[in-house]
């Protein structure tokens, strides 16, 4: 199946949006232990580091306002909620952060960057 066919609208909470850029980031937790007299350093792997997501995105439209404004109480909601990602599926994450911005010039369109990090299961 090609990526377009897997390509999906985007939706954080149930509020939707229109994105076509995104990063992913990850990798691995681990501890370096440098020790006297010694030129090697030891590493300790601690574990997956939590995948984070920054997902450029926008809503859009002559009432773009109340896609702007859902999406605003969407993002700082309390606890994790559920990201439809276009390229990833769905997830369940935390926000970290977001901003959004506006112009005259561009009428009509409200920005957004918005960083999320998985949510895993209580410990």
Do not use: K, N
């Amino acid at each position: 199946m090609s990526w377009r066919e897997q390509f999906q609208p985007g939706s954080f909470r149930g509020a939707a949006f229109r994105t076509q850029f995104h990063e992913r980031s990850g990798g691995r937790r681990v501890a370096v232990h440098e020790f006297p007299s010694r030129d090697e350093p030891v590493v300790e792997d601690l574990g997956r580091r939590a995948r984070q997501f920054t997902i450029d995105c926008h809503v859009i439209g002559s009432d773009y306002t109340a896609a702007r404004d859902e999406l605003i109480d969407a993002l700082e909601g309390e606890g994790p909620g559920l990201l439809v990602h276009p390229w990833y599926g769905r997830m369940m994450v935390s926000v970290l952060d977001y901003t959004s911005s506006e112009s005259t010039e561009d009428g009509g369109v409200g920005w957004f960057q918005v960083t999320f990090i998985e949510a895993g299961l209580p410990a």
